[in-house]
């Protein structure tokens, strides 16, 4: 392929089309607000705002803002209501424009014939898998949150540089890791070595356009990074944090199972990349970000997985796992979608690539109907299947073709896997809603006391905080990452549930629906709250003196006689 074939522009009605495509994408995860990581992400931004809200929350005025620009953004966006709207909008227009990069990355590595056939299969599967991969990674999700703009960030970092323009990849990957610095990390050693693997000539120059405008975003996070990695509570606090908070993001051993759709992908991905044209600078940049990045995967969780290497674990690297999935994506797609005629669609397959390719399938399959998720195989069964059959014969070819071929075995699935899902969302929109109304009519009176008040509530509660605004001792979702705060947070949580060295939120949330008088009285010593919600059913008897202030079918809330 002429590598100047592949940088032409392509025709008006191609970019709308793709416009399309990704906004339909984007309104697929559904409008979604004030629920899961927003009640972590959203507090700072919130007391920017106001900061009289929550100003007696240890968790959100007392511990590290680690993602302080994004909660500039958040409360400017609550300062167009408070509805969740603006956040809505948000992550629709983030991931649009993240899928439309998308779109521009293919056109580098497939050329412009056949761009938008290949996107749209690259955007079946991304909604069919939702972008998730390794260690609870993905690179969209339902949410505004930082890691949509540091994905963003770093979609468009991949997409300069496989162009070539160095100090435009090295923006986007700072202006994405100033939302989120772990992408700002990570996009280091992953760039580095993707210079290395291509060539050393200017190389110096080249990293220097790379991280010049990266390491100058670096410098605000340097005093949160090292409180992260330092301290005396260190060890503590990554035990905490690997072996208890969040084994499923940094416990290789816990999330092991998670590797065999990954690994497929690698495969898959692997026995078209094999195949392509190695003359077009496009290509041979696209397969060096691939490797940098694959490389940094395997070598962690290898390493992770033989030995305790907590500081090295806390970076997350399976975050570029989704990323390294979503390039196998595009290298199949341009291998199967792509025109016969192109240099990347060779007519025929190596034993090779058929035993990659069986390989790879049969790992996607097992883990996708294990999950009772059927999509997934049936998709990419009638794609190769079509695919097999129209290179074995020629009238075969013609007679599909009658019927739109492979392009109406896409449309069918984007209808089904896309659009379906942002038709439903635009029709039932769930960015007012929370998972019961028993919780809400919780909030809606809790919201009605003092703005000072204090309350202690069941770990599992994790919505109470940010839908009432008023503070509380702490729940088993929101968590801190300094090394001290996070000990801190840990001791209220073995606090509330009553059983030291607690190990889980189910735990807690048991120990906590064990409650007892005395021990009530005790956490009012210790924390000064106001009320206690209780879950019901629980007898007023059981915590008399305390007097019941609210309740409802779902829970009880209490207060001291005085």
């Known amino acids: 392929m002429n590598p100047r074939q592949s940088y032409a522009p392509a025709g008006r009605f191609d970019y709308l089309t793709a416009l399309l495509i990704s906004l339909v994408f984007g309104l697929q995860f559904g409008l979604y607000f004030g629920v899961s990581n927003h009640n972590t992400y959203l507090l700072h931004g919130l007391r920017l705002l106001d900061s009289s809200i929550l100003s007696a929350d240890w968790l959100a005025a007392h511990t590290t803002d680690y993602h302080p620009y994004f909660s500039y953004l958040v409360s400017l966006l609550l300062s167009m209501g408070r509805s969740g709207w603006a956040f809505v909008a948000a992550n629709v ?103 290395l693997l291509l060539s050393r000539k200017l190389i110096l120059s080249h990293l220097v356009a790379q991280f010049a405008f990266s390491s100058l975003a670096l410098i605000p996070f340097i005093n949160i990074l090292l409180s992260i990695g330092g301290g005396q509570s260190a060890g503590d606090a990554a035990r905490i944090l690997i072996k208890i908070r969040s084994p499923h993001h940094y416990d290789p051993t816990y999330f092991y199972q998670g590797f065999l759709p990954f690994l497929g992908w690698v495969l898959i991905g692997w026995q078209s990349a094999i195949t392509f044209d190695r003359r077009s600078t496009f290509t041979k940049r696209a397969i060096s970000i691939l490797l940098s990045t694959l490389f940094l995967v395997i070598v962690v969780s290898a390493v992770t997985s033989i030995i305790y290497w907590p500081k090295l674990a806390q970076l997350y690297f399976w975050r570029l796992a989704p990323f390294v999935a979503l390039i196998m994506q595009i290298l199949l797609a341009v291998r199967i979608a792509a025109p016969a005629d192109s240099a990347n669609a060779p007519p025929k397959f190596t034993v090779l690539q058929f035993l990659l390719l069986g390989v790879g399938l049969a790992l996607l399959s097992v883990h996708f109907i294990r999950h009772t998720s059927y999509s997934l195989p049936i998709f990419l069964g009638a794609v190769l299947g079509l695919y097999f059959i129209s290179r074995r014969s020629e009238m075969m070819t013609m007679r599909l073709a009658k019927f739109g071929g492979l392009r109406t075995i896409l449309i069918v699935f984007w209808l089904f896997a896309s659009v379906y899902p942002a038709t439903q969302a635009i029709r039932k929109p769930s960015f007012l809603l929370l998972p019961s109304r028993s919780e809400q009519t919780l909030y809606e009176w809790a919201r009605s006391t003092l703005l000072k008040s204090v309350f202690l509530i069941p770990p599992e509660l994790s919505n109470f905080r940010l839908h009432t605004e008023r503070a509380i001792i702490g729940d088993w979702k929101s968590t801190p990452f300094v090394p001290d705060e996070l000990v801190e947070w840990y001791r209220r949580m073995e606090d509330i549930s009553g059983i030291p060295r607690v190990t889980s939120r189910e735990q807690a949330s048991a120990g906590y629906r064990n409650m007892t008088v005395a021990r009530l009285e005790e956490l009012k010593r210790k924390y000064a709250f106001d009320y206690a919600v209780l879950k019901r059913p629980v007898s007023s008897a059981d915590f008399a003196p305390w007097i019941t202030a609210f309740e409802n079918k779902s829970y009880k809330v209490i207060r001291p006689d005085n």
């Not at 070539?164 to 090295?170: D, E, M, P, T, W």
């Open 93 to 195: 227009l983030a991931v649009t424009v993240g899928g439309f990069l998308v779109f521009c990355i293919i056109r580098l590595v497939n050329g412009v014939a056949g761009a938008v056939q290949v996107f749209l299969f690259v955007m079946v599967v991304a909604s069919l898998t939702d972008t998730n991969s390794v260690a609870d990674s993905y690179i969209f999700s339902e949410l505004f949150q930082p890691s949509t703009l540091g994905a963003v960030g770093f979609i468009g970092a991949i997409y300069f540089f496989i162009r070539g323009q160095y100090l435009f990849s090295g923006l986007c990957h700072a202006i994405g890791g100033l939302f989120h610095a772990n992408f700002l990390v990570l996009g280091f050693p992953a760039f580095f070595i993707a210079h």
